[in-house]
């Protein structure tokens, strides 16, 4: 039986490796390579996404929010300090925003440690409304001074200057502690709470990116984070790389592109490999069959002393983290932080039909569903245009319903996540490998 | 010190509205909360039904316009609602039927209910936007008289420097909502068919032993939820603009409503949803004016008296939810815990 499944994944694996393959032969290989790439990212979130729905049934509809975050991590890592910035305004920002925190655990210390009295409130309401004012006073001026240096260029802190590759478990640490908070407070309640509490801190992430410019310069996005992998145009300067594409005879140009996607390919395909093996090791443990009992029957998995609130909070940080740092291998990867780019449909709920799609609850599954839905996605657009114009190529030019339905191919994406969703939950709920 | 000036500014740019908005969010959260009772899962698709809904009656809107038809001073859509009501009936129904009657039937969890909401929320978003004319753009559709009370009329008829004006929107969406919210406690109150509802919520096996068809219930639930978001969505674009995908944003503050309120209980949406609708107006608002009238004559204030900047409004709803799911995870009046 095993053996028979076990085949059937390896079927799979082959058949969307041959999609791939055929795009490289009928398209090029760069747009492959490209997919390719982010296929392994998507794969990756699905892998987080995994472990918080697939072992422990937790819904996260927040993956944008923790994806923006490792964004978010790959600039404060990746960039440059912007000198001039932090001499204007760069301590005043972090003072303020070292003030709003002691604000918040003063009243938090006010409230767990002070009898349950009125004056309890009191004091609360103190402490928030003047530590509120005070925050502002400081932080805002900050902020104005920061931004006011080279606007058009730079106009924000900057990041630290380190190696990019250090942003990847940035991100995920960044992910996790918004997890944490999370976590902390809608667990534990009923399930749809963790959905929408998901939903609204994802929204919020999204809001800071594209406000705070001190930050990420908002809507001017950070360009040209540093690499981890050569640039085309160092390559194709380089004597033993012109040699090779002579050798090879191929267009060093084009060579040089097809490398630095390989490069990255490899990079990413380690860190795939590796939590894989982390999530496979860490499923046949007995953590994860803890974890699948609480899943398949909390009351008594709790009867049986186990702590479920905590280890849903504990499976809901990993997942996240693993989800940020995909976020910021992303980032990475385009070498740009766009925050007006995380749209929920792409970044939450993609990844969602590419865990549900694979098979909830198997790693392989994950990353099967991360590699065919990221190539459907980018692919469903044209086909479902051709599809179009093939369909109504019996209708005259400047025909309304022809115009009308050509016009619409580009909703088409939509219309076919929700009904792969609905299909797949009515029809085929475990997925394409599911859970052993 | 001006108090009177200082109450039309916080009339004119705060209340009034907060109130409209209020009354928007409220019958949104009417929706929610009645799908949570009755059929006992969050609905993520019912930003989606309001748009549906919204483009529906649009369409009906051009429809009758172009046939000349019009019921000025009010708005015509308010002539196409029904039609729009109506049609948005059969899609909700038709999508119970396909979709979530197979998931009733196996007793599914309510989080895979949730799931396949929002593949439904998926489904009629493409659905709106295949509509003709609709797509992604911003659609004003609001005809007929466009202020109750203008800013100059009111000027002219108080002689107070500050203006006030009430636009026909906000009127008629507070008196529509009213009379949604009335007809709708009248049906749950005081009707057979209301009170086998409140039944079957509270206790579903002793409303079934009581003869009560489970599916009938479900069937009145999805035609009142479609009326209500109809309605909502219909009054929030003709108070600010319709776009297809705005409908998604209201989700968050509309189940901050809902939750705030307490999940299942109706009288609680309507506070959860003035409550979120104040704070986010309130907390967003520039108070500057307000307090340039309070203080002494010839003083403004330096700062703009800001709490949050207005994109930051998300984090309101937000907040509020927190707080609740922190200190009262049932909300103020007491819904359900399950």
Redesign the interface.
């Known amino acids: 039986m095993i053996a028979a499944m076990d085949k059937k994944a390896v079927l799979l694996f082959v058949l969307v490796g041959a999609l791939f393959i055929g795009t490289g032969f009928l398209e090029s290989w760069n747009t492959t390579l490209g997919i390719f790439n982010m296929a392994l990212v998507s794969a990756i979130m699905a892998l987080g996404v995994n472990m918080q729905w697939g072992y422990a ?1 937790l ?1 996260n ?1 927040g993956v944008m929010g923790f994806v923006a975050l490792g964004g978010l991590a790959a600039v404060l890592v990746g960039m440059p300090p912007v000198g001039d910035a932090w001499a204007a305004g760069g301590l005043q920002v972090l003072l303020g925003l070292v003030l709003g925190a002691a604000t918040i655990v003063l009243a938090i210390l006010i409230y767990t440690k002070m009898p349950p009295t009125r004056a309890r409130i009191w004091a609360m309401i103190a402490v928030l409304v003047s530590g ?1 004012v005070i925050f502002r006073a400081v932080f805002d001026s900050g902020v104005a001074l920061v931004e006011a240096v080279n606007p058009a260029a730079e106009g924000y802190l900057g990041g630290l200057g380190l190696p990019v590759l250090l942003a990847w478990p940035v991100g995920g640490v960044l992910a996790a502690g918004a997890a944490w908070v999370i976590g902390k ?2 667990l534990g ?5 963790l ?3 998901t ?3 994802s ?2 992430i999204i ?1 800071v990116l ?2 705070e410019d001190w930050l990420t310069r908002g809507v001017k996005n950070v360009t040209g984070i540093p690499r981890p992998v050569p640039y085309e145009v160092e390559l194709q300067a380089s004597a033993w790389f012109t040699d090779l594409s002579a050798r090879l005879g191929v267009d060093p140009i084009a060579f040089s592109s097809v490398t630095v996607k390989l490069c990255y390919a490899g990079l990413f395909i380690i860190v795939l490999l590796i939590l894989i093996w982390f999530s496979e090791k860490a499923w046949n443990s007995p953590w994860g069959r803890m974890m699948r009992a609480i899943r398949d029957n909390e009351v008594s998995a709790a009867a049986m002393g186990k702590d479920v609130k905590s280890r849903h909070l504990q499976v809901f940080v990993l997942g996240s983290a693993v989800v940020g740092m995909a976020g910021a291998m992303m980032a990475t990867l385009d070498s740009q932080l766009v925050p007006s780019s995380y749209q ?2 792409r970044f939450t ?1 993609l990844v ?1 039909v590419m865990v ?1 799609v694979g098979g909830s609850g198997n790693n392989w599954g994950a990353v099967l569903g991360g590699f065919l839905i990221w190539w459907l996605w980018v692919m469903v657009e044209p086909i479902g245009y051709d599809a179009l114009v093939f369909l109504t190529s019996g209708m005259a030019e400047g025909n309304w319903l022809r115009d ?1 339905l050509l ?2 191919a580009a ?2 994406r ?2 076919t ?3 792969v ?2 299909l797949v ?2 029809f085929s ?1 475990r997925g394409l490998i599911p859970e052993r | 010190m001006d108090v009177l000036n200082a109450i039309v500014v916080l009339l004119n740019f705060v209340i009034i509205p907060a109130t409209a908005y209020g009354a928007q969010l409220a019958l949104g959260a009417l929706g929610v909360t009645l799908i949570y009772g009755i059929l006992r ?2 609905n ?1 698709a019912h930003g989606d039904t309001m748009a549906f809904g919204t483009a529906a009656t649009i369409l009906v809107t051009w429809g009758m316009t172009g046939l000349g038809m019009s019921i000025a001073p009010l708005p015509t859509a308010l002539l196409a609602l029904p039609f729009g009501i109506m049609v948005t009936m059969l899609l909700v129904l038709g999508f119970d039927r396909v ?1 979530y009657r ?1 998931y009733r039937r196996v007793k599914a ?4 209910l ?3 909401s ?10 709106t ?2 509509l ?1 004319g609709i ?1 992604v753009d911003d659609i004003r559709f609001a005809d007929g008289e466009r202020f109750l009370i203008s800013v100059r009329t009111f000027r002219e008829m108080t002689g107070l420097e500050e203006g006030l004006a009430i636009r026909t929107t906000q009127a008629i969406t507070v008196v529509v909502a009213a009379i949604c919210v009335v007809a709708l406690f009248w049906f749950l109150n005081r009707t057979r068919t209301g009170k086998s509802m409140r039944a079957y919520s509270d206790n579903e096996d002793l409303a079934l032993l009581s003869g009560i068809n489970p599916e009938r219930v479900v069937m009145i639930t999805w035609l009142i939820v479609a009326a209500l978001a109809t309605t909502a969505g219909t009054l929030y674009g003709l108070d600010k603009a319709f776009k297809a995908f705005t409908y ?2 209201l ?2 503050p509309i ?2 409503a809902a ?1 705030v309120g307490g999940l299942g209980n109706p009288i609680g949406a309507i506070l959860g949803g003035f409550l979120i609708a104040f704070s986010e107006v309130s907390v967003t608002y520039a108070f500057r004016k307000v307090v340039g009238y309070l203080g002494p004559a010839d003083w403004q204030p330096e700062g703009m008296i800001q ?1 949050l ?1 207005t ?2 409004k ?2 309101v ?2 907040s509020i ?2 707080i609740v ?2 200190f009262r ?1 049932t909300g103020i009046m007491k819904g359900k ?2």
């Not at chain 2, 969890?109 to 895979?112: F, L, V």
């Open positions: 049934g819904f509809v509120f407070t809608a309640l009923r399930s749809d709470y959905a929408i509490a939903l609204g801190v929204e919020i809001a594209k406000n929920p449909l709920f969602w549900i009308h016009e619409s909703h088409t939509l219309l996540m929700g009904l969703l609905l939950l009515r709920p | 899962f969050s993520f979709v197979f969890k309510p989080i895979i949730v799931m396949v929002i593949g439904v929320m998926f489904t009629m978003n493409a659905l936007r295949f003709p797509g998604f944003q989700l968050l189940f901050a939750i709490l900047s994109d930051y998300f984090a709803s937000f939810l927190l799911l922190l995870p815990s399950i």
